[in-house]
């Protein structure tokens, strides 16, 4: 699931052509008749390869952007043909070629609708040379699959990329576009999402029309419980492991996560456990498991005398750490490490993927998760995602004490307890009333169509009180009235692992007419998608997502909308458009 931020393809739906019959899923790469093997899309000049992270393909240029040397030229008649049949030629997407739709589809057709099913069987397209559709699977595959009407991911509530570009803003500078994920801007923000009654998921599926013709943000909101009072939930086990290397000696990381550990240890409960496990150059337990009760003076002390010393061995403090939560492990309570870390790893293991290689067994037998928090104005961001991502956990990012006493105080039963384990989302898409979507971010969850079901696919933990929130970027057909879209989410119960599943239904009428005048929390979302889709596309110099607005105009947006809030954090918000505004110049 690499990320390295290079924009992906519009997914072009087609409505089902029952004459010609769906072909099975080639056992390899699918053929496609006409179409010549080629390489993926050329890298975008301006965006280095992230570290670590699996190579992707990219996006066609950009319509309204000069054609580049090399770039390779459909042929002219070719290009005629597509524009008399239809003027597929859409803004972010250089060109789509017809594609029979799946099996299922095709016996939908434009009809009536029976709800979300594992993806069926795919079929080539007919490109006529251009890939088609997003790229998806094993990156290296050198033609994208046809495109389908199902879109599938893994749940995430990371909020990091959002906290630390706040913070190179605060510091007078734009962010690393490749730092910047489109989903942790929009769940950065509280939504009044309806919860459920018990354990699992509420579905909400809205949207509202944007000011280019015939597209529309829909939005799928997915919500837990909200958090039980403290004494409800079960006893936590947790592991700090705490970096102390010379790097986060700095103003801002050492001090702050000492402050950080010494509020959540006040928070936590007389039965909680906690140990602490240092690293720098090498990683040592400094305190084993220890249930609190009247032994917090010793978790201050061990907390006190905290000091940074040399290099970063943050593969050895992980290891350290989970061996540490397995030996302290608690059955019946939440057993979970928090790693505290600029994440600037410079000292032996520093790929993500070695680093959880050597604790894949204490991941998979005892369920330990990961909860990482990012500090420090230099911030190995890349490396704790990864760490989080397939550690099976999530991860923030904390600036100052305002923040630590957000994480470690009020959002504590969140982001300690656990409400999901492998929780996964998939949207259906009517072929019959949507043209073309994509989603907003999760570029590095995606999770393959028939995997949904797959209990052994790996998907997000969510715990109590959590929403997650996904966009997607929609172009119905002209006309359209109908059925838009069913979106499920799919989980396991985290201690029993028996699987459950809800879903929520999307209407065409149910759009509202404008975005501007939609729902306030819709706005919001809005404000932030298209405010870290300008972070990663260069400010007032365009944007990929439909009704999107230059960054000096959206600052006055996101200034009326904390109004209608009411909302500090959406003020926040504001300033920080407002910031990049006079940056981007």
């Known amino acids: 699931m690499g990320n390295d931020h290079i924009r992906r393809p519009w997914r072009t739906v087609r409505p089902a052509r029952p004459e010609h019959p769906a072909r099975p899923e080639h056992p390899g790469r699918p053929e496609h008749p006409g179409r010549p093997e080629r390489a993926g899309w050329p890298e975008h000049p301006d965006r280095s390869e992230h570290p670590g992270r699996s190579e992707r393909a990219g996006w066609p240029e950009h319509p309204r952007r000069p054609e580049r040397p090399g770039w390779p030229r459909r042929p002219r008649g070719t290009l005629l043909a597509l524009i008399l049949a239809g003027g597929l030629l859409l803004t972010g997407c250089s060109g789509s070629g017809g594609s029979h739709s799946s099996a299922d589809g095709a016996a939908r057709g434009s009809g009536g609708y029976a709800g979300p099913l594992p993806a069926p069987d795919r079929t080539s397209g007919s490109g006529q040379g251009e890939?088609?559709?997003?790229?998806?699977?094993?990156?290296?595959?050198?033609?994208?699959?046809?495109?389908?009407y199902l879109s599938t991911f893994a749940l995430d509530v990371d909020t990091a990329s959002y906290g630390y570009a706040r913070r190179a803003l605060d510091d007078g500078r734009l962010p690393d576009p490749t730092t910047v994920r489109p989903e942790e801007f929009v769940n950065s923000f509280r939504q009044d999402y309806r919860r459920p009654d018990g354990n699992g998921f509420s579905v909400t599926v809205d949207g509202a029309r944007t000011r280019d013709e015939d597209w529309s943000l829909v939005r799928v909101g997915l919500a837990t419980r909200t958090a039980a009072r403290d004494g409800e939930r079960p006893p936590a086990a947790l592991t700090f492991v705490i970096d102390v290397s010379g790097s986060m000696g700095e103003p801002g990381r050492l001090d702050l996560a000492k402050d950080?550990?010494?509020?959540?240890?006040?928070?936590?409960?007389?039965?909680d456990s906690v140990a602490l496990v240092t690293f720098s150059d090498e990683a040592e337990t400094v305190l084993p498991m220890t249930r609190l009760g009247h032994h917090r003076g010793r978790v201050h002390d061990a907390i006190d005398g905290l000091e940074p010393t040399e290099s970063t061995n943050l593969g050895a403090g992980v290891r350290t750490g989970y061996d540490t939560a397995v030996e302290g492990l608690r059955k019946g309570a939440t057993n979970r490490v928090?790693?505290?870390?600029?994440?600037?790893?410079?000292?032996?293991?520093?790929?993500?993927?070695?680093?959880?290689?050597?604790?894949s067994g204490a991941r998979r037998e005892h369920g330990i998760t990961l909860f990482g928090v990012g500090v420090g104005s230099e911030y190995g961001d890349a490396l704790m995602e990864r760490l989080a991502d397939k550690g099976d956990g999530h991860t923030t990012y904390v600036s100052n004490e305002d923040d630590a006493r957000k994480v470690f105080c009020e959002q504590l039963p969140e982001n300690i307890d656990l409400t999901a384990r492998d929780a996964k989302a998939q949207v259906a898409f009517d072929p019959g009333t949507v043209r073309q979507f994509r989603l907003i971010g999760y570029d590095d969850r995606q999770v393959a169509d028939q995997d949904f079901r797959d209990d052994r696919v790996d998907g997000g933990e969510i715990g109590p009180g959590?929403?997650?929130?996904?966009?997607?970027?929609?172009r119905t057909r002209p006309g359209a009235s109908g059925h838009l879209?069913?979106?499920s989410v799919r989980w396991l119960d985290p201690r029993t692992r028996a699987p459950h599943e809800e879903s929520g239904q999307l209407e065409t009428g149910s759009l509202d007419d404008d975005l501007w005048t939609s729902a306030p929390r819709l706005q919001v979302d809005a404000v932030a998608a298209y405010f870290a889709d300008a972070l990663r596309t260069g400010g007032d110099h365009g944007s990929a997502l439909p009704g999107a607005l230059p960054l000096s105009e959206l600052a006055r947006r996101a200034r009326t909308v904390a109004s209608a809030a009411e909302d500090g954090a959406v003020r926040d918000l504001a300033d920080s458009v407002e910031r990049a505004s006079r940056l981007a110049g």
């Open 466 to 474: 959590h929403t997650v929130t996904a966009l997607y970027a929609v």
């Open 338 to 359: 928090v790693l505290i870390s600029d994440a600037l790893a410079n000292t032996g293991e520093t790929d993500a993927d070695t680093i959880l290689e050597r604790i």
């Open 485 to 487: 879209a069913t979106a």
């Open 131 to 148: 890939p088609d559709g997003e790229q998806t699977g094993d990156a290296r595959r050198d033609i994208a699959p046809s495109p389908d």
């Open 260 to 271: 950080s550990l010494g509020v959540m240890t006040d928070r936590l409960r007389d039965d």
